[in-house]
C-alpha cells in the first residue's frame, strides 16, 4: 500500500454533493458559517446543561444514580444520561467550530 493519489473525484457528482451537504450546506462559504454557528450553539447546550445538572462536590455521586425502583419512565435516568452524552455531541462541534474547518478540502 503506498499514499499515493488515485484520482479526484468529477466535479458533478452524487459524492461531491453529498460532501457539499455536509460541509458547506449547499451554500458555500455562507453555508459553512451557519454550519459553524450551529455547532457553537450545541456546544453551549451541552456546557450549560451539565451545568444545570452538576449537583455540586459534596453530592456529586447522587448525580450518577439511578432508582431502579422506580417506574420505568423517570426523569432522573434522562439525567444521568446526560453527562454520558455530552462528550459525544461536543467533539463533532470541536470540530465544526476548529479553526481547521477547511481540512474537508483534503478529501476532494
Same mark, same amino acid.
Given at each position: ?16 454533493? $453529498?460532501?457539499? +451537504?455536509?460541509?458547506?450546506? =449547499? ?7 451557519? /454550519?459553524?454557528?450551529? @455547532? !457553537?450553539? $450545541?456546544?453551549? +447546550?451541552?456546557?450549560?446543561? =451539565? ?7 459534596? /453530592?456529586?455521586?447522587? @448525580? !450518577? ?44
Amino acid at each position: 500500500m503506498s499514499g499515493a493519489v488515485l484520482g479526484e473525484l468529477p466535479e458533478h457528482s452524487v459524492v461531491r454533493t $453529498l460532501q457539499d +451537504l455536509h460541509f458547506d450546506l =449547499l451554500a458555500g462559504r455562507t453555508g459553512r458559517v451557519v /454550519n459553524g454557528v450551529g @455547532g !457553537f450553539c $450545541l456546544l453551549l +447546550l451541552c456546557l450549560t446543561g =451539565l451545568v444545570i445538572w452538576w449537583p455540586g462536590r459534596s /453530592n456529586w455521586r447522587s @448525580g !450518577f444514580t439511578i432508582d431502579w425502583a422506580r417506574p420505568l419512565v423517570d426523569a432522573r435516568r434522562h439525567a444521568v444520561a446526560r453527562p454520558l452524552a455530552a462528550p459525544a455531541l461536543r467533539q463533532p462541534t470541536v470540530k465544526t467550530t476548529s479553526p481547521n474547518a477547511n481540512s474537508h478540502k483534503a478529501f476532494r
